[in-house]
């Protein structure tokens, strides 16, 4: 049976820090304590992450969501991504939620950490774009622990793909399809969109939903809102 846990592991300074006044231990080492490192877990954020607890994650089936633009938005740090990375701890992407990323655009989360990592690393060569673009896919699906069933094209996995126009502009020459997919092609290109062989978004329009109506009702929970606060 496969056992996930999706936690919220030090995104701020604040939250180390009241970790450590409760309870006497870094938020790794209690999550440690309780059993959580034992699990199939995603920890969301790892911005203040210490090399202690970096080495009590390394060799677990736990893993990392990364999620850069919400801690740059939020200014809560930058994640140790190299140390991760180096000690053999899964790292994959994520979006944090729309009040600190507002258009959760994934392709966009990618671009902004693989290049923001090169600087961090001070190294040009830190996450090559196919091994950034693994952490949307495959090592994705390794986290979860499907990886026999999602994460890349293969006979007898969901057919989960996503077609992109590469007609426009920017797109041309293509040289390396990976380094395009993470620092050219934006979410605007993605033109359809498969979920288990089901086509669910066709020439850039979804199939199941009205957007018109959805629209009426993220105005209509923003003025309700609005409101409120007034």
């Known amino acids: 049976m496969i056992c996930c846990c999706i936690c ?4 701020t300074r604040q939250e180390r ?6 309870h006497g231990l870094l938020p790794m080492q209690y999550l440690h304590q309780l059993g959580f490192t034992e699990r199939r877990c995603v920890f969301a954020h790892g911005v203040w992450l210490s090399e ?3 080495d009590l994650m390394a060799g677990t089936s736990c893993s990392i969501a990364v999620c850069t633009d919400s801690n740059l938005k939020l200014s809560s740090g930058i994640l140790p991504l190299k140390a991760i990375r180096e000690r053999g701890i899964k790292s994959v992407m994520a979006t944090d939620g729309v009040a600190s990323n507002n258009n959760l655009d994934i392709l966009q989360e990618l671009s902004t950490t693989a290049k ?3 600087a961090v690393a001070e190294d040009p060569e830190f996450l090559p774009a196919r091994e950034a673009f693994a ?10 622990g499907k990886d026999d069933q999602l994460g890349s094209l293969e006979v007898g996995k ?28 934006s979410s605007s290109q993605i033109r359809d969109v498969l979920v288990a062989g089901r086509i669910v978004v066709q020439n850039h329009q979804p199939l199941f ?3 018109a109506a959805l629209i009426d009702k993220a105005k209509y929970w923003k003025n309700k809102i609005l409101s409120e606060i007034r």
């Open 135 to 144: 952490m949307l896919t495959i090592d994705a699906a390794r986290a979860l």
């Open 52 to 54: 202690e607890e970096l």
């Open 17 to 22: 820090d009241n970790c450590l006044q409760e």
């Open 158 to 185: 969901a057919a989960d793909l996503c077609i992109i126009d590469m007609g426009c502009l920017q797109s041309h020459p293509l040289y390396n399809p990976y380094s395009h997919l993470v620092y050219a092609v």
């Open 8 to 11: 919220i592991s030090v995104k």
């Open 209 to 211: 939903i009205d957007p």
């Open 116 to 118: 923001l990592h090169k």
